[in-house]
Each structure stands twice: as structure tokens, then as C-alpha cells.
């Protein structure tokens, strides 16, 4: 498949037709103060599949999680999230919406005056009228699938960086959430907790058949697990398609940022105005 | 021409940031909990944490004040006769003035700056966008507990810094100085009305409360979600929650016991 073809991808693997996407985006524009974080970007999450987002820092992978969970309003463009503009909502019905979504922060952002159980059981305590034993038994299912059942009762303080992840998976998914979005799940973790996230990340959408969004600029972990691939550069979609067919791409930016490259399209330096380098007046750099 | 511009634009942010924290706290209070026990429990750790944990600094500073005003009312009473009004000088003096302003400037460097520190962080760990994804209101959860325990709590203190202060007075001035007992407390019992004096000077612990902790909680909930921010915000805390107390003092000293 050439770039042009990935460029203009529509959701065609396995049978998935941009039908069944969960989260379509839709010239979508965004900006903080001056800075132009999106222009004009549309793309596709299909319904349970795993779906990387990619690109270099700083591209605003995570602002697009925050505007897909409304927690950012877009400045023109739409966002549906399985039918809905979450937008448009009022805060209650906003609310009501987002027990349907998970959402494993880069920090984890456990409550750290509440214990892990106090943790999990937080989301099945405030929307839903359980008894405290079916509410221990999910905590403990919930516990159970991240391999930490046994650290119930230790405080945030007390886990490692991974743990913490993974406590902070277990809450995500305590109320059975359709959509599971993860930030940058593999950052700062050693090779076996993201060896385990990845594999927890797989398990759960599978047995769940959740929609799994995943921001993240670990290329391999995320090309492992993922059914669909879209690649952000410079407020644009650079490529977006299945995850092979991102891993043979030929665009020299999806080249640069898979193969980790310093030389190509994605400039390594950030653009510093005041320094003119001599013999080059006049050219791009 | 510049300076006219700027100074616009200054007021025009002022009235901007004024509407917005409005918005905040109305939101904050005006909220029904879903979950009533839940909500009670957060307000009684919230009342612990930013009353009981308070007492200590509020009793010995109001005792030190009373010992001082006492030694400094004595030496000045006496030169006319009258060291027996010294009870009533430092009652009155603590229930209409010293109890609400010097309480809340304690409550600002204590409860206050800790409110701020604390909201900061958890926005800076992401724990408030935490309790949005989750469909639970941050305002609810977080900040208002803490409002309505800062409301709460800072008159209740006030009156106990008063009880601390006139017993630090009563051992300096009887125990100390040798003035009469019966006097010391007759002199105070005949000069002290509950409406003008106490009522008074609740009213006036009760504005200061809802100042300091609205600025406390709305500078964390706005702070930038960095360490420089955090520090940023706790200092504003400390600044514009005493200098509002002051500034207010003299708006209800004036409408409570100004002569117009």
C-alpha cells in the first residue's frame, strides 16, 4: 500500500468498515494560546480494536484524549464517541457518559489518601448501588487480572511505578468501561512491566471486546498489540492504517519516527527564530 | 496612553478572575452530593484536618496575646487607678478585634497555604482530571468539603483563641501583676455584651473564614500544574487571604462599630 492509500485509509481491516468506528474525529482544529496544536485532522478509532496513537513528543497525543473525553472543547471540528458529541452535553449527561469510559492516566493519578482496594472500589461505590461484599469481590476480579490482588492494602506511596499502573488499569476498567483509553502506558517501566502492560493491555480488550486507544511513542510495544495505527507529526495525520501496513509505510516522516531517526521531516531541534546559520539565508534548513 | 491601556486591561482581568472564582465556588457549594454519607465523612476529616490540627497554633498564640495585652494594658491602666478594668480592656479587645483578625491570619498561613498545596498537587498528579473521567465532579468531591470545613472551623477557633487569650491575661494580670480576682472578672462581665461584642466579632470570624478559604481552595484548583505553581499559588494564598482579612476588618469594624 502506497502513502497516498494510507493517507487516505478508511477502516478496512478484518472486516471493520468505518461503520463501526467508535471514535470518529472529524476536521477536527486546536489550538493553546498561539500554538496550533491540530488543523483539520479527521481520523477513525473502530470499535474493539486496539488503536495506537503515535508521533513525536509534543505532538498533542494526549490533548486528543482529553478532547475525546471532552475534557478539552475542540475549536471547530466534531468528535463522536460511539454516536454521541460529547461536546454538546450537558455536565450531568457528560458525567453519566464517562462511566462508560476508562481512562489510565501517565501517572497513574491514584487517590493518594485511600488505600488500592479504596482505589478500585472508588467508581463501583459513587455509580452503583453494590453491596459492600459484590463490591470486594469485583475489587478483588479487578485486583486479580493485574497480578496485584495481593498489594490491596498498601497506599499509593507504597508501589512501584509499574504497580501503580496497573492498580490504576484495575480502576479504570472496575466499572466494565466500552472504551479504555491508555496515555503513554509504557513510559518509564522496565522491560517486564511493559512486557505485563502490554500483555494485561491485549488480554482485556480481547476478553472484553473493549475499544482500546493507546497514546503512546514506544513503537514497538504499541506495533505489538495494536489493530490499527494513526501517526500525528505537526498538527496533522501523517499516516493511518493497519499496523503492517504503517510498518512497511514508505512516507519518509513514518519512516523517521519508526525507525527513530535523527535526520529526516520531524526536525530534532525546536525552531529557534533569533539564530540565522550563515549560507543559508533564504533556504530551508 | 499605554499606562491607561494596561491598567484597563488589568481591572478587566481582575473582573474576569472575580466572576470566574464566583463561578467556581457556587458551583463548589451549591451541588447536592449523591452519596450523603460519603459527603458527611469527607467533611468530618476535612473539619479534623483544618480545625483540630489548628488548635495548638490558635491556643498558644492566643494565650501570648492575652499575656501580652495584659502587661501592656496593666502598665498603662495603672498610672489612672483603674488596673481592675484591665478584664474588660482585654475582652473587649480580643472578642471585637484580635480573636477573628488574628485567628484568620493564622488560618491563612496554616490551613490556607496547606488547602492550596494539597488541591495543587492533585491536580499537578492528575488526580482531579481522575475524578472528571470518572463522571465524579471534582467540585463536589474536593472542594467543597474543604469549603465548608474552612467556614466551620475558623469561628469556632476564634472564640477558642478568645477563651485562650483572656485566661493568659487572667494569670498575668491576677496570678502575676496582683490584680483582684472578683475585680478581673466583674470588670469584664459588666463591660461584654453577647450581640455587640461576641455576635460581632463571629460575624466578622465568619466573613474571614469564607474569604481565606475560597481564595485557599481557588488558587489551588487554578494553579499551574508544576512545583513553581504549586509554590506560586500557596504564597498568593498567604498574601491576598491576610490582606483580605485586613481589608475587610476595617469595612466591618466601620459598619459594626463605626459612629456615623
Known amino acids: ?285 | 496612553m499605554k499606562a491607561i491601556v494596561a491598567l484597563g486591561a488589568w481591572v478587566f482581568n481582575w473582573l474576569e478572575s472575580v466572576g470566574r472564582a464566583g463561578i467556581f465556588i457556587m458551583q463548589s457549594i451549591f451541588r447536592m452530593p449523591t452519596r450523603w454519607g460519603e459527603s458527611i465523612n469527607l467533611l468530618v476529616k476535612q473539619l479534623y484536618s483544618v480545625g483540630v490540627l489548628s488548635l495548638v497554633i490558635v491556643i498558644v498564640s492566643g494565650t501570648f496575646i492575652g499575656m501580652v495585652l495584659s502587661l501592656q494594658g496593666y502598665s498603662i491602666l495603672a498610672k489612672f487607678g483603674s488596673e481592675e478594668a484591665v478584664g474588660q480592656l482585654l475582652a473587649l479587645s480580643l472578642l471585637r478585634e484580635l480573636s477573628p483578625v488574628v485567628t484568620a491570619l493564622l488560618f491563612a498561613g496554616r490551613a490556607g497555604s496547606s488547602l492550596t498545596a494539597e488541591i495543587g498537587l492533585m491536580k499537578t498528579t492528575e488526580q482531579l482530571s481522575s475524578y472528571e473521567m470518572m463522571g465524579v465532579d471534582p467540585l463536589r468531591r474536593v472542594i467543597a468539603p474543604r469549603f465548608i470545613a474552612g467556614v466551620i472551623c475558623l469561628p469556632l477557633l476564634s472564640l477558642i483563641f478568645s477563651a485562650a487569650g483572656i485566661l493568659g491575661g487572667q494569670l498575668v494580670s491576677v496570678g502575676w501583676l496582683g490584680v483582684h480576682d472578683g475585680a478581673f472578672w466583674s470588670s469584664m462581665q459588666q463591660s461584654v455584651y453577647f450581640d455587640t461584642d461576641v455576635l460581632n466579632g463571629l460575624i466578622k470570624a465568619m466573613c474571614f473564614a469564607v474569604a481565606v478559604t475560597w481564595i485557599a481552595v481557588y488558587q489551588g484548583y487554578e494553579c499551574a500544574p508544576t512545583s513553581e505553581g504549586i509554590g506560586k499559588a500557596t504564597t498568593r494564598t498567604v498574601v491576598l487571604g491576610s490582606l483580605a482579612v485586613l481589608a475587610l476588618d476595617f469595612v466591618l469594624t466601620a459598619a459594626m462599630f463605626g459612629d456615623f
Open chain 1, 1 to 285: 500500500m502506497g502513502n497516498d492509500s494510507i493517507n487516505t485509509y478508511l477502516v478496512q481491516m478484518e472486516g471493520v468498515s468505518v461503520k463501526n468506528a467508535y471514535v470518529s474525529v472529524s476536521k477536527l482544529s486546536f489550538s493553546r494560546g498561539e500554538r496550533l496544536i491540530y488543523d483539520d485532522v479527521s481520523l477513525t478509532i473502530p470499535k474493539g480494536k486496539i488503536t495506537a496513537i503515535m508521533g513525536p513528543s509534543g505532538t498533542g497525543k494526549t490533548t486528543l484524549l482529553r478532547l475525546i473525553a471532552a475534557q478539552l472543547d475542540p475549536d471547530s471540528g466534531t468528535i463522536l464517541v460511539d454516536g454521541q458529541n460529547l461536546h454538546k452535553l450537558s455536565r450531568t449527561d457528560l458525567y453519566k457518559e464517562r462511566k462508560k469510559m476508562g481512562m489510565l492516566f501517565q501517572s497513574g493519578a491514584l487517590f493518594s489518601d485511600m488505600s488500592v482496594a479504596e482505589n478500585v472500589a472508588f467508581p463501583l461505590e459513587e455509580h452503583t448501588k453494590l453491596n459492600a461484599v459484590s463490591i470486594q469481590q469485583i475489587v478483588n476480579d479487578k485486583l486479580h487480572s493485574v497480578g496485584l490482588r495481593g498489594a490491596s492494602k498498601l497506599m499509593p506511596a507504597e508501589l512501584s511505578g509499574g504497580m501503580a499502573r496497573r492498580v490504576a488499569l484495575a480502576r479504570a476498567i472496575a466499572l466494565d468501561p466500552q472504551l479504555v483509553m491508555y496515555d503513554e502506558p509504557f513510559t518509564g517501566q522496565d522491560p517486564i512491566s511493559k512486557g505485563v502492560l502490554v500483555k494485561l493491555i491485549k488480554q482485556l480488550n480481547d476478553s472484553a471486546n473493549i475499544t482500546s486507544v493507546i497514546v503512546s511513542h514506544d513503537v514497538d510495544e504499541s506495533l505489538s498489540i495494536a489493530d490499527h495505527v494513526c501517526i500525528l507529526a505537526g498538527g496533522k495525520v501523517v499516516a493511518e492504517g493497519a499496523a503492517e501496513e504503517i510498518r512497511h509505510s514508505l512516507d519518509p516522516q513514518v519512516k523517521q519516527f519508526l525507525n527513530g531517526e535523527p535526520d529526516g521531516p520531524v526536525p530534532f531541534h525546536y525552531p529557534d527564530e533569533s539564530v540565522s546559520v550563515p549560507g543559508l539565508k533564504g533556504e530551508s534548513a
